[in-house]
């Protein structure tokens, strides 16, 4: 089975500051895949980067960037120079095998909310 | 480029009635379809997923039914609805790519009141 731990309910950050959005995860998979989604209070949950558990280098997707550290087990979200723009619910996920046949689900952490001061 | 739909946007509904929710995607084929329920503060937990016209499986056993007629088509149902039915419901696709692992999209979801 697999795990998604955020343990952060709730983050401050001074506006044009960098943050780091905590994620750790537990998986006997040897293929899987990491996700970060953004939710802003519209609801619409919006995918903002993909790590491949293969992938040697960190994703990086112009102001978002996963700091991936396999051995241990944490995908954490850096944004850089935030906006209040970037204010939502941050949802770390981890793809994996629903059946033989390569079919996906995605497992969800409980979420950050971040908060952007001006 | 790919957009998915989902309608109502709102629904409030007393405790008993009927449910449907419908979800449409434009600019793919035969993309995988999920069902997502959000709880008020919560992460989401997969419902449905489907393959494929008419193939549809069910990650939590509950009082909520799924259908895929068209392929771009996905329909979230139930026959009487309970007081814990209420939540965000947000429909998702994702495509097949080389690698195994690929992203998933959302679309706008529904909020469901059950009063």
């Known amino acids: 089975a697999q795990k998604i731990t955020q343990t952060q309910p709730g983050m401050f950050v001074q506006e044009k500051e960098a943050v780091t959005l905590d994620c750790t995860y537990d998986?006997?998979?040897?293929?899987?895949?990491l996700f970060w989604y953004k939710q802003p209070s519209s609801g619409e949950m919006i995918f903002l980067i993909y790590q491949g558990s293969y992938d040697e280098q960190n994703a990086t997707e112009g102001r978002y960037s996963l700091n991936f550290q396999k051995a241990r087990k944490s995908a954490n979200l850096v944004i850089s120079a935030s906006q209040l723009g970037d204010s939502a619910m941050y949802f770390c996920?981890?793809?994996?095998?629903?059946?033989?046949?390569?079919?996906?689900?995605?497992?969800f952490g409980t979420g950050t909310r971040l908060t952007i001061i001006p | 480029s790919q957009t998915i739909h989902q309608w109502p946007a709102t629904l409030v509904q007393p405790v008993g009635s009927p449910l449907s929710l419908e979800c449409t995607v434009e600019?793919?084929?035969?993309?995988?379809l999920y069902w997502y329920r959000q709880a008020a503060g919560r992460g989401l937990q997969l419902l449905f997923y489907?393959?494929?016209?008419?193939?549809i499986s069910s990650e939590v056993p509950q009082n909520l039914s799924a259908s895929r007629p068209q392929d771009r088509q996905f329909i979230l149902s139930s026959k009487k609805l309970l007081l814990s039915d209420s939540g965000f419901y947000l429909c998702?696709?994702?495509?097949?790519?080389?690698?195994?692992?690929?992203?998933?999209?959302f679309g706008p979801g529904t909020r469901l009141t059950v009063t």
């Open positions: 998702a696709w994702s495509a097949a790519r080389d690698r195994l692992l690929y992203e998933q999209y």
């Open positions: 600019g793919t084929s035969n993309p995988n």
């Open positions: 996920a981890m793809s994996g095998l629903i059946s033989n046949f390569g079919n996906e689900k995605l497992t």
């Open positions: 998986t006997s998979d040897q293929s899987y895949g």
């Open positions: 489907s393959v494929g016209i008419g193939q």
